[in-house]
C-alpha cells in the first residue's frame, strides 16, 4: 500500500532561518501528494498541494515541488516565523484510496 | 462556509465503558473519513464512506468500533467497549471525492482518554 517517509524530528530553526522537511513516498498509479499542518491544540490544516509532476504548492510562504523521479515533495520555507511552529505531515493519495500519512515532523522556531 | 464539525471535543471514560463521536461534514461532501491520531504519531485511517457507503474499513477493529454515516450526511463513531489504548483524538474529514485531487478537510477532533 501507499506509504510516506518524513524527516525525523523535532526540527529547530531561529527565526528567519532556511526550513527544508524532507518527505518521499510510495504509491501505486499516480497520486496527489499534500502537506497538512497541526498547530498547537488545533486539528489537521491543508498547507497545499500538489496533483501532477513537476507541479509547485505553495502557501504562507511554503512551497513543495512534486518530484515523480524521485517520488518526493520535500516542504521548504525561505524565512521562518515563530508562528510556524507546529507538526508537518506528507501525505500521498492515490487514486481512490484514503489520505496516508507519516509521523509527520514537529518544527519549533525561536526568536 | 462551515467546516467540518465534531462533538464532544473531550470525552473521559473508564475502560469497558462505550462512547460515542459524532461528525457532520462539510456540505456537499460526498466522502467521510475517520482517523485514529494516538499521541506522538500520525493519523491512521479507521474508516472511509462514499455517501453512505463503506469504501474502506480494513483497518477498522470491528469487535469494538463501529461507524455508520445515515443519509449520507452525518456520521458516529462508536467504541464499545473501550480499552486504554484506545486514548486517542478522533479525527473526522471530508471531501468532495474520494479521488487523489480533492483535498480532505479536517475536524477540529475529540480527544478520548480511557482511564
Known amino acids: 500500500g501507499d506509504s510516506v517517509t518524513q524527516m525525523e524530528g523535532p526540527v529547530t530553526l531561529s527565526e528567519e532561518a532556511f526550513l527544508t522537511i524532507n518527505c518521499t513516498y510510495t504509491a501505486t498509479g499516480y497520486p496527489s ?19 501532477k509532476a513537476d507541479d509547485k504548492g505553495s ?29 508537518y505531515f ?5 487514486g481512490n484510496t484514503p489520505l496516508v500519512f507519516g509521523k509527520g515532523t514537529r518544527l519549533s522556531v525561536i526568536a | 462556509e462551515a467546516g467540518v464539525a465534531q462533538s464532544p471535543r473531550y470525552k473521559i471514560i473508564e475502560k469497558r465503558q462505550s462512547v460515542a463521536f459524532w461528525c457532520n461534514p462539510i456540505s456537499g ?4 473519513y475517520w482517523y485514529q491520531q494516538i499521541l506522538g504519531q500520525g493519523p491512521k485511517l479507521l474508516i472511509q464512506f462514499q455517501n453512505n457507503g463503506v469504501v474502506d474499513d480494513s483497518q477498522l477493529p470491528k469487535d469494538r468500533f463501529s461507524a455508520e454515516r445515515l443519509k449520507g450526511v452525518d456520521s458516529t463513531l462508536k467504541i464499545q467497549p473501550a480499552k486504554l489504548e484506545d486514548s486517542a483524538v478522533y479525527l473526522c474529514a471530508s471531501s468532495l471525492g474520494g479521488q487523489g485531487n480533492f483535498a480532505a478537510f479536517f475536524g477540529q477532533g475529540t480527544r478520548l482518554t480511557v482511564v
Open chain 1, 33 to 51: 501528494l499534500f502537506w497538512y499542518v497541526q498547530y498547537p491544540g488545533e486539528g489537521l490544516q491543508l498547507l497545499l498541494k500538489a496533483t
Open chain 1, 59 to 87: 502557501n504562507k510562504g511554503f512551497e513543495a515541488t512534486y518530484r515523480k523521479e524521485t517520488t518526493s515533495f520535500h516542504l521548504e520555507k525561505g524565512s521562518v516565523q515563530v508562528s510556524d511552529s507546529a507538526v
Open chain 1, 90 to 94: 506528507c501525505a500521498p493519495q492515490g
Open chain 2, 29 to 32: 461532501h460526498a466522502t467521510l
